[in-house]
């Protein structure tokens, strides 16, 4: 069984570039329900401990002092088969080759300041989604 939420962050770039608002309104447009949001900035070493997964990883670095240069806001959305589903509405990792009217092709610069970030699976939805928020605020 698939679960009915997912995570997401609007990115740096994004965030700087003043597309919050539309990134937003097209996820809700999209059918997604917004269970949780918030602004923050990371810090370098929050960012570290979010992607973790990737430590040792040649993108890694970069990755980590990107999303700690500005801020960034996090949502928790909810939909059914939503992991699979955002993924896909999102578009390809690489906005020059996500399809057209995608938050990626539409908002994403290249590989890296690809505007949003989008849960790879359910574990990784709930386990992000506490990294963000607590109890409280998911409810």
Known sequence: MTGTITFTMIKP?????????????????????????????????????????????????????????????AAILEKENAVEAFRKFIGATDPAKADEG???????KNLSENA?????????AKRESEFFFSFLEMI
Do not use: C, W
């Not at 995608?102 to 994403?108: A, E, Q, S, V």
């Open 13 to 73: 770039s994004a965030f700087k570039a003043g597309y919050t608002g539309n990134i937003l309104a097209k996820i809700e447009e999209g059918g997604y329900k917004i269970k949780a949001l918030k602004k923050v900035a990371l810090s370098k070493e929050q960012a570290g401990h979010f992607y973790e997964m990737h430590l040792g990883k040649p993108f890694y670095e970069e990755l980590t002092n990107f999303m700690s240069s500005g801020p960034v806001v």
């Open 102 to 108: 995608t938050i990626r092709k539409l908002y994403g």
């Open 116 to 124: 949003v970030h989008g849960s790879d699976s359910d574990e990784s």
